[in-house]
DNA sequence: TAACGGAGCGCC
DNA sequence: AAAGGGCGCTCCGTTA
């Protein structure tokens, strides 16, 4: 069972179940909490346009049907990445209407100031929109995994949504201490604080002139100033260097990103009641990863995990999964020796062997293959890869061919990668084109791993949602890696969810394979803890 | 003054 | 000879 949801203005709305009338309710949260007992599938417009009402409101649910996110796939999959995607779109398209540009981003959020904000999606819009995404999906070279996509990447948006409503546990005076032993005081504003300045006056004394360690221009003055050109200012290049200057330089930039990405400002911003809230941008990467839009909730540094903290009587279960893209490669390409060796928990251990017994060196090949690296030992670890499992090496060699010649490639479920650019194909023809062919060629290499691991995360944490004790919550999801804040008496049972919910992922999308996905699940009180 | 690209580096 | 994929965020310094 369908049901087409609207919201209205003042907490009212318009929902139509399928085939009947749209009925206008004064309150939309009420009429939804009813109707969930029959766990319908609700189909609107835009997740982050209903959802966060409802769940401020109380209200959980348990699988939707998002038309913007699905246009977005389908228009891919049509090779027609980038069009506007919002379900009004959608519909202007299925009418010949003028088509009305997605708002988002700085500038489009400017112009709606003079605009007038479009109505929102009407039940009868919605339910047309999603009848003919339903016949599109029928017409893609295998609809049942371009379904589980569909629903992945909806359930996705409720994920996302609930982790926003939740946040993350995070204790604003751990994080103090922390700043302020790295970096002395919280300072006024404008001021750099103690520490920080104490660094940039021994750069200063170090050269014999003030700059501003903060622009690599005045760095690479200044070491040209003392008779040490440098080609970049990279760290790693930094290094390098034999001048009083590196050591205090290099710990002035690793402090001043903590202060200025992760400081007491980013803390006002984005921390309240011990919670950190981010906003998830849902499949907001090509590859289908999610990104965020603001708070940086990706970039996380490792040293920030120990203000990750548990509230009383809860714990943190902190979950990645281990060697997730190779793993991927293997199910996908259905290479029988490379599936044997991702049978065990240690992938590259077990595939060792064939590269002189060298657990790194079969990391590197696998590594190689899936980035198009070629650097160092590459070539020939490669080559190893190619005699020993032809067909998960044939698998991402086509994926850069298809790349390279300005074909569309393909994830495990259907999501595509986005067409060459006009520039692109100019490029492509010109004196730099065996560079360019070869840039996207590792880009579409990548992507088909990449967008798959994507994929398989996605089933995961829907299938993990479904399987938790209430009152355990899904607070944070990066990548290949979730953690469920629950109480602490719970814990056990969250750890056996999550081995539950990566057996249930593989089977969704891969069905029987040798190949596992081992989950490493730890109970901690704190983040840090976790590694 | 705002916008933008580049540099650099955090995460996977 | 060397050659790695994807992001977000902040700063700088230039340009519009």
Known sequence: MNVAVAAGPG???????????????????????????????????DTREVYPAL??????????????????????YEGRY??????????????????????HGPRARQATLFEEEPPPPDADLVAEVHADQLRRIESVEDPGRFRLLVAAESAGALIAAEMGHEGMPWREDVHDTLLTGLLGPRPVHGMRPAKLQALADQVAAAFGTPFNPDS???????????????????????????????APLLAYKELARI????????????VRDHRFRPEYVVGGVVSGR???????ALQIPKVMRKVVVA?????????????????????????GGLARAAGQTDLYQALAQPFGGERDNAKLAMLSAMYGGTSGDAPKLLAVMRQRFP????????????????????????????????RWRELVSGPEGSRAARDRGRFTRNFVVQATAAEWALALMAVLRGLLPAPARLVFFQHDEVMVHCPAELAEEVVAAVDRAAEEATGLLFGPTPVRFPMQALAVRCYADAK
């Open 82 to 103: 980038g069009e506007p995607h919002s379900a009004r779109a959608a519909h202007a398209r299925l009418h010949g209407l003028p088509v009305p540009e997605d708002h």
């Open 290 to 296: 999610w990104a965020t839009s603001g708070g940086g």
């Open 11 to 45: 907490g009212g709305g318009v929902l139509r179940p399928d085939g009947q009338a749209a009925r206008a309710v004064a309150e939309l949260a009420g009429a939804v909490r009813e109707l969930e007992a029959g766990r319908p599938r609700w189909v609107w417009a």
């Open 55 to 76: 769940l401020a409101s109380g209200v959980r649910l348990t699988r939707c049907h998002d038309l913007t996110l699905t246009e977005g796939l389908l228009l891919g």
């Open 259 to 270: 202060y200025s990405f992760h400081g007491w400002v980013w803390a006002d911003q984005w």
């Open 391 to 422: 067909r998960a090496y044939q698998f991402v060699e086509d994926a850069a061919r298809s790349g390279e010649e300005g074909r569309l490639v393909r994830s495990w479920l259907g999501r595509t990668c986005p067409p060459p650019s006009a």
């Open 216 to 246: 690599p221009q005045q760095i690479v003055r200044a070491f040209k100033s003392v008779g040490l050109p440098v080609a970049s200012t990279r760290a790693h290049e930094i290094k390098k260097i034999d001048h009083p200057g590196v």
């Open 311 to 335: 509230d009383e009587g809860w714990t943190l279960v902190v979950a990645d999964a281990a060697q997730l893209e190779p793993r991927v490669l293997a199910a996908m390409a259905g290479d």
